[in-house]
């Protein structure tokens, strides 16, 4: 389910980072006010000093103010040293949207004892490019205004999904978490199979790359379905309908895809904590 919202009043970006620097980027293009923001992230790179010097943004701020929304986009081995500083900052009245791989709801609220609206979400590296997929999902006590301010702030990098249930997230995690390395592996096995076919390596590797790009812009701006794409390039008989009858195979390509996921899936589970 998608939904619209507005961003917070005041926010905390606790690591700017490649993923918590496509987030300002994406607030401070979306008119949140830099006066808003504060971010905490003891070793910012030279360009986010930049940008928040430029908005006026509150970097590293001594004493900051309990925010309506604090955002975790630090790794997630850090949480642990983090925590003691950052509970002051997660009151009551604070929706806490995390972008933290296998820390759970459950975790965070232990971390941040004074929490109680908390948002889990696992965006996925075009996030990097604000061409994100993400997946969210609330603590029972956020409200709908907190889910509305979370969703804004997740939008920023792309798309949104809230699920009904945290369990979901490791699915999300083998779909769109991993997916990105998926459509990777498949540039470079096209790739391969164009050396194989007789191409020179160079020119395999930049028709393979183009194509894969091209395809996916092409599937995120039209309004068709896959199947109807995948159909609207297939002529009976032809050179496309001759590779898809081994790609669309009783062993082909979507029972590995559900292994594959299936994979991802129980070691998200086991990653967890």
Known sequence: ?????????????????????????GW???????????????????????????????LNPAAPAEPEALVLAIKPQGLEAAAGALAPLAGPDTVVVSVLAGKTIANLKD???????VVRAMPNLPASIRR????????????ADQRRKAHALLSGIGLVEWLDSEDLIDAVT??????????????EAL????????????VAARLARQTVAGAGELLGQSPEEPGTLRQNVTSPGGTTAAALSV????????????????AAKRRAGELAG
């Not at 005041?10 to 700017?16: D, H, M, P, R, T």
């Not at 006066?35 to 000093?49: L, R």
């Not at 994100?132 to 409200?143: D, K, L, Q, R, V």
């Open 111 to 117: 971390r941040l004892p004074r929490a109680r609206a």
């Open 132 to 143: 994100g997929a993400t997946g969210a999902a609330a603590s029972p006590e956020t409200s």
């Open 191 to 202: 790739a391969a199979a164009g050396v194989a076919a007789g191409l020179p390596a160079e």
């Open 247 to 262: 790609l669309m195979a009783e062993d082909g390509l979507a029972p590995l895809m559900r292994e594959a996921v299936a």
């Open 28 to 58: 401070l293009a979306d008119g949140l006010p830099g006066a808003c923001v504060a971010v905490i992230d003891p070793n910012p790179a030279p360009a986010m000093a930049a940008l928040c010097a430029a908005h006026g943004i509150a």
């Open 1 to 25: 389910m998608s939904e619209g919202g507005t961003l917070p009043a005041s926010l905390i970006l606790v690591g700017a980072g490649k993923m918590g620097g496509a987030m300002l980027e």
């Open 174 to 187: 083998a779909v769109s978490g991993s997916g990105p390395a998926y459509v990777f592996l498949m540039a």
